[in-house]
């Protein structure tokens, strides 16, 4: 009885990880009792199309590391990360890290605004998992974030943000800022 039981939870589970775009290969490694072909097939069920052939993406989470990575993406992984790291305390399985917190980034960022794919975010999971991936503090706000390739600045996205806008600021000249800010004097 528990085996049927645990077989239904692990295809429920396969079901709403293709839905949420995971490629077959990371199901499998999600939920190793399934086999390869039989994967392919319920991608395809479920997403009415047949998986990206190719590649895997790269097994760490090193997109977040590259000389390309944004501000804006760091602060993405960020959130992601922190939802990660969270459940992986309460010792989810790897599977329902990936399920819940992307679903909670999705919830705390616009489906629309989202820089990462759920198969980026499985590379994460593995990446927190492993120590390979951690969360640094912000010397500012404390706020805790992944801090990317180049942008070793102690400080989080927002904060560099901040800091940056202030800078700008204030290496414009003193009559653009008093203009501003002071609405009887141009």
């Given at each position: 009885m528990?085996d049927?039981l645990?077989q239904?939870?692990?295809?429920a589970?396969?079901?709403e990880l293709?839905?949420?775009g995971?490629r077959p290969g990371f199901?499998?490694?999600?939920?190793?009792s399934f086999?390869s072909?039989?994967?392919?097939?319920?991608y395809?069920?479920?997403?009415?199309?047949?998986p990206?052939?190719?590649n895997?993406p790269a097994?760490?989470?090193?997109?977040l590391?590259?000389?390309?990575?944004?501000?804006?993406l760091c602060?993405?992984?960020?959130?992601?990360a922190?939802?990660?790291?969270?459940l992986?305390e309460h010792?989810?399985?790897d599977a329902?890290v990936?399920?819940?917190?992307?679903?909670?980034?999705?919830?705390?960022?616009a489906?629309?605004?989202?820089?990462i794919?759920c198969?980026?975010?499985?590379?994460m999971v593995?990446?927190l998992?492993a120590?390979?991936l951690?969360?640094?503090p912000?010397?500012?706000c404390q706020a805790?974030?992944v801090?990317g390739?180049?942008m070793?600045?102690?400080s989080?996205?927002?904060c560099?943000?901040l800091?940056?806008?202030r800078?700008?600021?204030?290496?414009?000249?003193?009559?653009?800022r008093?203009?501003?800010?002071?609405p009887?004097?141009k």
């Open positions: 528990n049927l645990k239904n939870q692990d295809m589970l396969a079901i293709c839905q949420m995971l199901v499998q490694e999600a939920i190793p086999k072909q039989m994967l392919v097939g319920l395809r069920k479920v997403q009415g199309k047949t990206v052939k190719g895997m097994r760490d989470a090193k997109f590391y590259s000389e390309h990575t944004t501000h804006r602060l993405h992984g960020s959130v992601l922190c939802s990660m790291e969270r992986l010792h989810f399985d329902l990936l399920k819940y917190a992307y679903e909670d980034y999705l919830h705390q960022i489906k629309g605004e989202a820089l794919n198969n980026r975010a499985w590379t593995r990446a998992r120590k390979k951690e969360l640094v912000c010397s500012y805790r974030y801090d390739y180049r070793r600045r102690n989080c996205p927002i560099y943000q800091k940056k806008r800078s700008d600021f204030l290496n414009r000249p003193t009559e653009t008093n203009a501003l800010f002071l009887g004097k």
